[in-house]
């Protein structure tokens, strides 16, 4: 084979090197991309896909767990129990000297609302209002009610005793939180209570009266202001903080002594304060 023969052959290798490399190399790529699928292919697979998996559980109801409390001072510092567990250590009380250091209760335009009968106040602190010709059960929203008495047998702290001076045979407007349970596990509902017509801050007031703790397990709207004002009903020794007031030397809170007394008191503030002046 001559030189021109040669280099005529060699063209012809590198050539077909040449277009093998590019046959390769497209079909990998063509492997690689993926294929586009119709809109309706795609919506039914993933109806196909749905129908062959099993069912989702529904998603639980999370509520705060009802249970017994009690106020109680250990050493120098007061402690909420539950049982014989400390789920709570008490903070520093809020000792307020002017009517400018007190937090701003946010007010609500009610104008358009409606107004509901109360019915009557449960022992467990619930309020049963009439709501489109049914009686309606609601729960108030961070607050804890649920201390015990002298004899250990019921609720204390004045709390249902206030409810009842508050709210009978009035009428309440519910707000209710878009952050939080609209209803908990025994299906009542969960609402703010302000009373009609002074928009009294029910859910507030049994902490300014120190008829309730202050709910902290759970995030709420109003959650640094029932904390506050939780705060400043201690450092004035009112309802159950009795015991951390300076002149208190007792052990333990004991209701019986001072509870019609601070209701007295309260019922007096509630009736002649607006929403703004609590």
Request: glycine share 8%; net charge positive; proline share 5%.
């Amino acid at each position: 084979m001559d030189r021109k023969g040669l280099i005529k052959l060699m063209a012809l290798v590198v050539f077909g090197l040449v277009m093998w490399v590019m046959s390769v190399l497209t079909i990998s790529s063509s492997k690689a991309a993926p294929r586009p699928r119709s809109p309706r292919r795609a919506v039914a697979r993933r109806r196909a896909i749905r129908r062959a998996m099993p069912k989702r559980p529904p998603r639980p109801v999370i509520v705060a767990r009802r249970r017994r409390l009690a106020v109680r001072r250990i050493g120098p510092r007061l402690v909420v129990l539950s049982g014989g567990r400390t789920i709570r250590k008490i903070s520093e009380p809020v000792v307020i000297s002017s009517a400018e250091e007190l937090e701003e209760v946010p007010t609500v335009n009610l104008g358009e609302s409606t107004a509901y009968k109360v019915v009557r106040v449960n022992d467990e602190c619930t309020v049963v209002v009439e709501m489109e010709g049914k009686k309606t059960t609601v729960r108030m929203i961070g607050v804890e009610t649920d201390l015990p008495v002298q004899d250990g047998r019921g609720r204390g702290g004045g709390a249902v005793d206030l409810l009842r001076n508050l709210l009978v045979g009035e009428f309440a407007y519910l707000e209710f939180d878009s952050d939080f349970l609209q209803e908990d596990a025994d299906g009542n509902k969960m609402a703010y209570i302000r009373r009609a017509p002074d928009a009294l801050f029910v859910n507030l007031e049994l902490l300014r009266q120190g008829c309730a703790l202050a709910d902290i397990e759970y995030v709420y709207r109003h959650q640094d202001l029932f904390s506050f004002y939780e705060s400043k009903a201690q450092a004035d020794g009112k309802g159950i903080w009795q015991l951390a007031h300076p002149s208190a030397d007792q052990s333990e809170f004991q209701p019986g002594a001072s509870a019609q007394g601070d209701q007295e008191s309260s019922g007096r503030t509630a009736s002649t304060q607006p929403a703004q002046g609590q």
